[in-house]
Structures are given as structure tokens and as C-alpha cells.
């Protein structure tokens, strides 16, 4: 299969042309005007060469802002005076729009940032906007753009950006009435959300990238009703005036394999840092997963994450706020579960995870897993347990208790639970604690209602008791 094909009309004007991708065969044939102007054809000036399956290519070649000349040829060119296709990425999403089915926008090689003067169009067709030919990002920069302007907005229809940067728009990023999909992309520095979309958004990278979403107005990544997702993906979410991520309805999934307790790949470690409340949310609203009988929204699944410094914001009067589970500012919130391979929850206003149901963390024997220094309490569970049964977890210096499950137990393995403000660890339900360290907090060292098994290699030390 050839990967595209193009078609190139000579009219009384000028050559203009249109591209397609994935078409099975390629045929060669050449069409021109009859004698005298009229409209018979022969096959000496008309050429297309086809491949693929169809779906259009509209290649941006000029950095301007002007609209299509002509919306009803199906040819991206907003000059029709001068000789070959002067196509801007409006007029390329114009003429997207106007075709029915997808549509893929790509970018020649001269193209390195785009700065329009107004909102581009409303995207109304499902959409592939793609600069992954390029050595770097494609710049899309809002800051000439006016009031009011998102980077791109999806009215209908789904959208996919390959190696783009959306940055400086007075509203948001992204923002989509469907699915979104990220590749290698970075959106900082809009006024409001990085990304909005009221389904799925999913990123997807590479071993060498790192998709960003940094110093947004509001939330970085905010998903409405779906998943935010991340396959093979780094991220960087830092410093958004609101939440990191954010999925309202659905799950966070950062390279987690549900199901398995595997990542999908070992790469970079994936950062959500100073953001001005929490840093990862995933609000389920009590919304059932389709075909299951128990399975709920709301979770957290991540592998190799550091949520960091998050809820810095979480302020009244100018004052910082006493950290609450009513309060944001925590490193992770989840409605129902959280599941971690490998992470690294530290320095964050709040609690450092809050979970209605279990919290789980996973990983290697040596690997240690920290849950340090938070305002709140280092990790709590509402209605859950706290396993971390095979691995090392360290929960030191937080704010509050050190390990808590309301109603549930905890299983640990080997923790060090040292230094925080309220009780070491504290649960509703059993506790078995394998080796470690329970020494130096203010509150005590253990609360626990149900059954308890300590094992040898466990030492409790000069805990205070309030």
C-alpha cells in the first residue's frame, strides 16, 4: 500500500491541488480544457496519484491567517490569483469542515509557529492536526489572537494532535466536545484549561518525549465525563492554577495496565508538581462501568508518577488553609481506588492520598515508595485498606497520621512510618506489619481496632501519645 495520493486541477486561474492518504492503488491520468474554454476533457493536463483509504490531507505551507478564497473546490488556498496553493491552517480546518468524514491537517517543512489573529474556526469534523515530521513542536501561539480565543476548539467530532505546542490563548488550549488524543504535544500558558474535553483524553509519546501541560490559568488535563489517559506517555503537569489532572466521571490512568498491576512501559518518571490545588483527581460520581457488576469510575491507576508541592493555592485571606479532606491540595483524590506502581507523593499541601476505597501500591522488593512531608496525612483510605504488601513504603514528617483506613486495615510489608504529627498508623479494621519502623510521632504509635500482627522486625520507638 502507498501512503497517500494527491490530486492537482489546471483551471483557467491556476494548478491547485488536494492530497489523499491510504488508498490501495495508484493510478496516473491527466485531464485539461477542451478547445476554446469549453468543458470537454482529455487526459493531457489533469494528473492525481492515489493511494490509501482515503482520508484527505491538507498540507499548511504559509504562516498567515487568512480564511479559504473558496469554500466550495475542496482545495485549500486562500489566494486564487497566484499560482499554486497558499493553504493557512483557518483555511485548512475550514476545508476539513466542509468535507464529511476525517480529515488529517499537516504542515511543510518550513513551518515552525503559527500566530493567528483571531480564534481559528470551530472544528466540526473529526480531525488529525499533525507535525510529527517535523524535528520539533509546530508552535500555535494564541497571544495575537484576541479575547476570547481557545487554541482549538472541537464543536463535533473527534480531535488528534501529533507533536503541536498550544501556548498564550485567552481561554483554553484544547477545548472539545469529544475525544481527545495527544501525541508529544505541549499546552502551557493559556488563561484557562490546558485541556478541556467532555469525553476520553488520551496521550500517547515515546521513550525520548515529554508531553506538557504547564502554567495554565486552571486545570492542566480535564476531562468532563471520561478518562484521562496516558500509554507510553511521559507527562509534565506543573504549576496550573487549579488541579493537575482531573477526571470528572471517569479514571486517571498513567501507564498502568488495570488489571495487572504492570506499566505499560518503564520510562521517565511522569511529574505533577505545584499546582495550585490537587494534583490528581478522578471523581467517579458513582457512575458503573459498563458490562461489569462492581466496578465504579473514580480511580486512580499510575506507574513511575512524583506528585509534588501540589496545593499551593489552598489559601483564605491570603493565609494558607489547615489541611482538610474538604480542602483541596492533596497529591492524589480518588473516589473509589488508587493503584500505584513505584511512587513518589511528597510535599503537597493536603493529604498526600485520599481514597474512598483501597489504596494499593505495587513494585519492585527494593524500590522504595515515599509518601513524605505532606500537610495532611501521609496516605488515608475511607471505607478501604491500605496494602502495600511486597514492597518498601517510607511515610514520614506529613501533617497528620501517617497511614489511616477508617473502616478498612492495612497490610504492609516493610514501612517506615516516622516523624508525623498525628498517630504512625491508625485503621478501623486489622494490621499486619511485616518489618520497619514506627518511631518519633506525635500522636502515637498504632491504632487499631480489628486484629493485630506485628511482626519481629518491626521497632516502635519514642512515640509521643497526645
Known sequence: MVAGYCI?????????????????????????????????????????????????????????????????????????????????????????????????ITFESSISAISPEKSLPDITETVTIDASSHSSNVELNGSNAGKNADGFSVKKGDLTIKNLTVSGFSRNGVKSDGYVQLS???????????????????????????????????IGLYSQTGNVAANDATLQVENNGDAGIVSEGGDVIINFVPGTHLPTYVGKQSIIKGNGKSGIIANGRGKQKEDTDDEYYGNVRASYIVVEGNGVKIKKDGIALKPSLKNAGHGIYASNYVELIEPRVVDNKGYGIVSKYDVIIYGSETATNEFNNNGGAGIYSQLGNVAARDVIISVEENGRFGIGANKGGAFLNDATVINNKGIGIVVGGDLSINKGKVCDNKGGEIKVKGQESIGEDVVICDNETQ
Open 8 to 104: 492537482q486541477r489546471l483551471d483557467r486561474r491556476h494548478l491547485r491541488g488536494q492530497c489523499y492518504r491510504n488508498v490501495d492503488s495508484i493510478v496516473d491520468f491527466v485531464i485539461s480544457p477542451g478547445e476554446n474554454g469549453s468543458e470537454a476533457y482529455d487526459t493531457s493536463d489533469f494528473t492525481a496519484t492515489i493511494s490509501g483509504s482515503g482520508v484527505p490531507s491538507f498540507e499548511v505551507n504559509v504562516t498567515g491567517d487568512e480564511p479559504d478564497a473558496d469554500l466550495t473546490d475542496g482545495v485549500c488556498d486562500v489566494d486564487l490569483s497566484t499560482d499554486g496553493n497558499q493553504c493557512t491552517l483557518r483555511a485548512a480546518i475550514q476545508e476539513a469542515n466542509k468535507r464529511e468524514g476525517e480529515d488529517t
Open 184 to 218: 508529544t504535544v505541549e499546552v502551557t500558558d493559556n488563561k484557562a484549561y490546558g485541556v478541556f474535553a467532555k469525553s476520553d483524553i488520551v496521550i500517547s509519546g515515546t521513550e525520548t518525549t515529554v508531553s506538557k501541560f504547564n502554567k495554565n490559568g486552571k
